[in-house]
């Protein structure tokens, strides 16, 4: 309940005027994070600036249970408990990134050591800020590990290590 009003209050927020750029932005990126907890597509077409579901790392949806599986397993889908970072130069696309952290460690079901959500925000003279340009999920693995794990037969996909976990 408490993340339903929170989702409510931001969204009521981000359309107040007044705001910054960089308010809207954070809002945004906010809205998407919890889209991503409640694995809510629907959610994530409505604040994409175009279609993501061909973004090039096998569609939006994808990376969606990727993040899901990690936000789930490691932070019980508090939004509140994951880290942010804002990137302080957009890139060659006129992107603004925002970082969600979502795992360092080591998964011994994924050889995962570090995991993160990269939402891109603008560029503004082409998209609202309260909208999405890119949703990537970027993680980092043990090569030795997870080869252990293919030849063991013991690699599971996402939507089988998403049963892994309550």
Do not use: W
């Not at 809207?24 to 907890?37: A, L, P």
Request: aromatic letters at 12%; charged letters at 25%.
């Amino acid at each position: 309940m408490k993340q339903i009003l929170l989702f409510f209050s931001l969204i009521i927020l981000s359309c107040a005027a007044g705001l910054s750029d960089d308010q809207r932005m954070f809002n945004t990126v906010n809205r998407v994070t919890y889209c991503v907890s409640e694995l809510n597509y629907d959610c994530i077409d409505k604040l994409s600036a175009y279609d993501l579901s061909n973004n090039g790392n096998g569609g939006v949806k994808s990376q969606m249970k990727k993040a899901y599986y990690d936000m789930k397993k490691y932070h019980n889908n508090k939004v509140d408990s994951l880290i942010f970072k804002r990137d302080t130069v957009y890139d060659n696309l006129g992107r603004l990134k925002f970082t969600v952290y979502l795992f360092d460690g080591f998964d011994s079901l994924t050889g995962v050591t570090h995991s993160e959500l990269q939402i891109f925000v603008g560029p503004k003279d082409m998209y609202s800020l309260d909208k999405i340009s890119d949703l990537q999920y970027v993680d980092e693995i043990d090569v030795k590990y997870r080869e252990y794990l293919l030849k063991q037969g013991k690699l599971l996909e996402t939507d089988e290590l998403l049963k892994t976990i309550k």
